[in-house]
């Protein structure tokens, strides 16, 4: 008698103590820490944790598959020792997010950067630029805007990472999970058409806008950092374009000349051995000078009153050819003389 009691003592105790920490209700629904759950496993309390212990190399976490297809999983959270990887994968689609133990994130690949992202990315790029971060300012050098000219841009295709078989890979490959499957950059033209530079052109002229990654030895380019280039390249054009533009309205304004100041334009020829006469100064308050011009209209050199009163083009300053002398006298067009120098 003494003997049942005990055993019936005991069972009761077990009996409340599971109860108070498993509850099952009628649903099914499985409560730990409740004995109400609102889904089909609740855990209630403080601190909650599930744990996963894998004793070998394979993978170890979650499986999520449909009960019409048992033997399919769509979907996997799971941790592989052997590569130190936490992979939140689509098994179906061979997409999902993988973590390393450095704490890089990649989508649709593995990652070889704090975010690697094999697709595309939609949002907003703001970056920090307080001038309460920045140290060593310094006023852009503009001469870097010049050595913009020496890249070359091209057109290309993105290779796509792809998940097949491990017997069938060939070419750049990066171990994906521990089963038979592998992610492989591949060529492909199915991903769309880009613009861009190659990083290591970039790197022999801008290093500074190129980043190395340490594992995979993988370069990219820091593309926001040609706006400065860009922006001051264009400010340089534009102040050359208004002063050609204030040039050529000048040259056009004052080669109007009046019916009565027109002079007949004279020819000069000249050998290269000798000094050209091309204007004598009328009075000393004459401010005269001479623009020499060539075949193009591009001005190859200009003079001005010598000690003498007069305007003279040195023997050894012109190739043979045919120039024409655009004489400015106060601001204003006064003659043209054309001259050609023989050998």
């Not at 102040?239 to 334009?265: C, G, P, V």
């Amino acid at each position: 008698m003494k003997k049942e009691f005990l055993t019936l003592a005991i069972s009761t105790i077990l009996s409340i103590s599971v109860s108070a920490q498993l509850q099952v209700d009628s649903e099914g629904d499985v409560g730990i820490g409740t004995t109400t759950p609102s889904e089909q496993l609740e855990l209630y309390g403080n601190n909650n944790k599930i744990k996963f212990s894998n004793t070998g190399d394979n993978a170890t976490g979650l499986l999520l598959v449909d009960i019409k297809y048992p033997t399919l999983e769509f979907a996997k959270i799971y941790y592989t020792t052997n590569s130190n990887y936490i992979h939140i994968w689509n098994a179906g689609s061979g997409n999902g997010i993988n973590i390393n133990d450095n704490g890089y994130v990649g989508i649709n690949k593995l990652p070889s950067y704090t975010l690697d992202v094999n697709g595309t990315i939609h949002g907003t790029s703001i970056q920090p630029s307080d001038r309460k971060l920045k140290g060593n300012i310094k006023p852009f050098d503009t001469k870097l805007c010049y050595k913009i000219d020496s890249l070359k841009a091209y057109s290309y295709n993105y290779k796509t990472y792809k998940k097949i078989s491990k017997q069938a890979s060939k070419g750049d490959s990066y171990l994906f999970d521990n089963t038979d499957f592998e992610c492989v950059l591949t060529d492909s033209l199915e991903s769309r058409l880009s613009y861009g530079f190659i990083a290591q052109d970039v790197q022999k002229i801008y290093p500074e806008l190129v980043y190395e990654n340490d594992s995979s030895g993988m370069l990219a380019i820091n593309y926001d950092g040609f706006i400065p280039i860009l922006w001051e390249a264009n400010k340089t054009l534009n102040h050359r374009l208004a002063y050609l533009e204030a040039r050529i309205d000048y040259l056009e304004t004052n080669m109007q000349i009046s019916q009565q100041n027109a002079k007949k334009s004279q020819a000069i020829t000249a050998s290269s051995s000798e000094n050209i006469s091309v204007y004598t100064q009328k009075n000393i308050h004459e401010n005269a000078e001479v623009y020499v011009l060539d075949l193009t209209g591009k001005m190859v050199h200009s003079f001005s009153v010598n000690d003498t009163g007069n305007i003279v083009i040195p023997f050894d300053t012109l190739q043979p050819g045919m120039y024409t002398c655009a004489i400015i006298v106060d601001s204003q067009l006064n003659d043209t003389k054309t001259v050609m120098i023989t050998q």
